[in-house]
């Protein structure tokens, strides 16, 4: 049985100070080239990120010294998590360390949410899944400016102020370390597949999922000006993206080998900046235009039914409603192998609770059972269903599940995202 001792949890290896001033010329000077990209990507949100005049003026202008120090703040931010971050089990020895966590900011009471279980209050912001004080919401999403996962925040949050960030990781810090207020990240691919590493992590880190985005992805073969498909010996994109058009890429016929790259736009960035002319991106038509390609191939996904399913994620759980269609997704873990998944999965049928989504991974603190002389592997188990926790079925199920079971937790309960799925774009 997991217990919140056994959660992996943040570690920081020196303490994180946010104040009100912009980076020292030392940290301008020493941090990494992700350092600067995030910099200025993230002066993208200054604007609207869906305007790509606006976008390009902004690369072009940015300056550490800008008129926005809080949003500098962020900035940083971000780079900063990066390198001084390490995720690491979390036991009573190294809690000690987390506490010693200085933060120079009155709003953000970092140590609070990081030293264990100390549940703050629900108010009255967290009962909408509205941006906050109506103010702009900080929304923090795995990439650079003219990823997918961006335009999935900007459907999500139409006012937020959106962060990139490199590493999925630091997405999930970022809204533990109250640099941002929501995180958005991809879950499920309906070409693809699952997104593993965001399930493992929802694990790992202690946000609730408070809601979900369905995005059509229009996926295109992306290159500098100038440059024909037979120049062409390489393409990278991020792995879901190469997954989705792998049967078009080889009906091609081109000559190319396949790379990946940390996401659709970072493949773009990098063709733009490093003035590759041998190489294309899969991404969309606007990272093509924010990074000056050209649209080589339209539509390259293997099938026009291509979504994407992201969740928004918060420090605080929503209030579950019964007036309009929730989700609700759950992880457990079982002792006794597959007839126990048998009967935890009847307990929604016996309700007639419908299962959206299962998902199997391993179990990282007990992979394996030695049965006999023989191993078995040891699974966590992801479920998404039809119902909303403030549902009396729903929790009568789980107060079920719960009995089969040896962990359980809600990963939280949604609004259905119930958008038409019809309109093209990701763009
Ligand atoms: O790399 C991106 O643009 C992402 O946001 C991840 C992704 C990749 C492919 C499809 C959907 C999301």
Same mark, same amino acid.
């Given at each position: 049985m997991f217990s919140a001792g056994q959660l992996f949890s943040v570690t920081l290896t020196k303490p994180i100070i946010l104040t009100d001033s912009p980076p020292s010329k030392h940290l301008r000077h020493t941090r990494h080239r992700q350092f600067t990209t995030q910099c200025t990507n993230n002066l993208h949100s200054a604007t609207n990120p869906f305007d790509p005049a606006a976008v390009a003026a902004s690369v072009k202008n940015f300056t550490f =010294? *800008? #008129?926005?120090?809080?949003?500098?703040?962020?900035?940083t931010s971000c780079?900063?998590?990066?390198?001084?971050?390490?995720?690491?089990?979390?036991? %009573?020895?190294?809690?000690? *360390?987390?506490?010693n966590i200085t933060v120079v900011n009155a709003e953000r009471v970092l140590d609070l949410e990081l030293s264990g279980n100390i549940r703050k209050p629900l108010t009255i912001n967290d009962m909408s899944t509205s941006p906050m004080h109506g103010s702009e919401i900080r929304v923090v999403y795995q *990439?650079? #400016?003219?990823?997918?996962?961006? =335009?999935?925040a900007a459907k999500a949050y139409p006012n937020g102020e959106f962060i990139p960030c490199e590493q999925f990781e630091q997405v999930f810090q970022a809204v533990e370390l109250w640099i941002a207020d929501r995180a958005v990240l991809p879950l499920e691919n309906s070409l693809g597949g699952s997104v593993?590493?965001?399930?493992?992590?929802?694990?790992?880190?202690? !946000?609730?999922?408070?809601?979900?985005?369905?995005? #059509?992805?229009?996926h295109c073969l992306l290159a500098l000006p100038g440059v024909n498909?037979?120049?062409?010996?390489?393409? /990278?994109?991020?792995p879901q993206a190469l997954a989705q058009c792998e049967l078009? !890429?080889?009906? !091609?016929? !081109?000559?190319? =080998?396949?790379?990946?790259?940390?996401?659709?736009?970072?493949a773009a960035e990098l063709i733009s900046e490093s003035n590759l002319r041998n190489t294309a991106a899969i991404g969309s038509e606007r990272? $093509?235009? /924010?990074?000056?390609? %050209?649209?080589?191939?339209? *539509?390259?996904?293997?099938?026009?039914? %291509?979504? =994407?399913?992201f969740l928004m994620l918060a420090r605080e759980p929503i209030i579950p409603r019964i007036d309009q269609p929730f989700r609700t997704s759950i992880v457990f873990a079982h002792d006794n192998g597959t007839s126990v998944l048998f009967k935890v999965l009847s307990v929604f049928a016996f309700r007639n609770i419908n299962l959206t989504k299962i998902e199997s991974r391993p179990h990282r603190l007990r992979p394996i059972t030695i049965v006999g002389s023989a191993k078995r592997f040891e699974y966590l188990f992801y479920v998404d269903?039809? $119902?909303? &926790? $403030?549902?009396?079925? $729903?929790? %009568?199920?789980?107060?079920?599940?719960?009995?089969? @079971? @040896?962990?359980?937790?809600?990963?939280?309960?949604? #609004?259905?995202? &119930?958008?038409p799925l019809c309109s093209s774009g990701g763009d």
């Open positions: =010294t *800008g #008129p926005s120090k809080n949003r500098t703040d962020l900035q780079a900063i998590i990066s390198s001084t971050i390490i995720g690491k089990q979390h036991d %009573n020895e190294n809690r000690k *360390g987390i506490e *990439g650079v #400016p003219g990823a997918y996962s961006e =335009t999935a593993h590493r965001t399930y493992d992590l929802l694990l790992r880190h202690r !946000l609730h999922i408070v809601g979900e985005v369905q995005l #059509p992805v229009r498909k037979q120049d062409l010996n390489r393409v /990278i994109s991020h078009t !890429l080889t009906k !091609l016929d !081109l000559k190319i =080998t396949r790379e990946s790259s940390n996401s659709t736009a970072g990272a $093509a235009k /924010i990074y000056g390609l %050209n649209v080589l191939v339209e *539509g390259i996904h293997d099938d026009c039914n %291509n979504f =994407t399913r269903f039809d $119902a909303s &926790m $403030a549902d009396v079925r $729903a929790q %009568n199920a789980l107060s079920d599940v719960q009995e089969f @079971t @040896t962990f359980l937790r809600v990963l939280g309960s949604y #609004p259905v995202d &119930m958008t």
